[in-house]
């Protein structure tokens, strides 16, 4: 099993529509939790940190579920702006600093 | 203010030849990160860097690699004797506390 793992995709939506995607981590003791957007052919971009809580920032959300080991990015009233791959990114709690591991990004794209 | 910068943007190598990727973190980030993605994938962990601590090597996928950084500024990746599966986009990653911020990346086309 991989340590990070999200579909793939592409999830095709309409304009207008909401979005979720979820991401699964092996690793319970994982502390650190992150949302990246990475546009085609360029480097991915920090969209949000992820906290215990859940937070919110405009349209997107983001929630943790540590009892099963996901975490989740809602995103509403989609734009083509927001075409892209997700990626979700978990800290390695093996080690003292905050090396990351990523999945392998879902990509999303808003048609008009 | 500045950014990640990476340089080259682009390389390209005959498989064989070593090659040298730069990175430059912004200033004041502590630590400094390797990652590697192959085309259609996820990012793939490399190095870690962490002030004057000894670096986390656990990513690198052989001896041909190897990276360095002198204090808090920049680092370089070498890449001994390429080969054609080393072609990828090399991403460089800097910060201060958890959040990290990657530069554009350097693409290496191993021929």
């Known amino acids: 099993r991989k340590e990070v793992e999200q579909d793939p995709g592409p999830f095709n939506v309409p304009e207008g529509a909401t979005v979720a995607f979820n991401c699964t981590y092996s690793?319970?003791?994982?502390?650190?939790f992150f949302w990246y957007r990475q546009d085609c052919r360029k480097e991915p971009k920090l969209l949000m940190s992820?906290?215990?809580s859940g937070n919110e920032d405009g349209r997107f959300t983001a929630q943790l579920n540590r009892a099963s080991q996901y975490i989740s990015l809602l995103i509403r009233d989609s734009k083509l702006s927001d075409s892209a791959t997700y990626l979700c990114?978990?800290?390695?709690?093996?080690?003292?600093?905050?090396?990351?591991?990523f999945g392998g990004g879902t990509r999303l794209m808003v048609k008009p | 203010g500045a950014g990640v910068s990476q340089s080259p943007s682009n390389k390209v190598t005959e498989k064989g030849k070593d090659v040298e990727l730069r990175c430059d973190p912004i200033?004041?980030?502590?630590?400094l990160y390797w990652y590697r993605q192959r085309l259609g994938q996820g990012l793939e962990f490399l190095i870690y860097?962490?002030?004057?601590?000894?670096?986390?090597k656990s990513g690198l996928p052989s001896d041909r690699f190897s990276a360095e950084r002198t204090g808090e500024s920049v680092s370089t990746l070498t890449i001994q004797r390429t080969q054609q599966e080393d072609s990828a986009v090399y991403l460089c990653?800097?910060?201060?506390?958890?959040?990290?911020?990657f530069g554009p990346g350097t693409r290496l086309l191993v021929l």
């Open positions: 990653a800097s910060s201060f506390r958890r959040d990290q911020y």
């Open positions: 690793n319970s003791a994982s502390q650190s």
């Open positions: 992820v906290y215990s």
């Open positions: 990114a978990v800290n390695r709690a093996s080690n003292a600093g905050n090396m990351l591991t």
């Open positions: 200033s004041g980030h502590t630590a």
């Open positions: 860097f962490q002030g004057n601590s000894a670096p986390d």
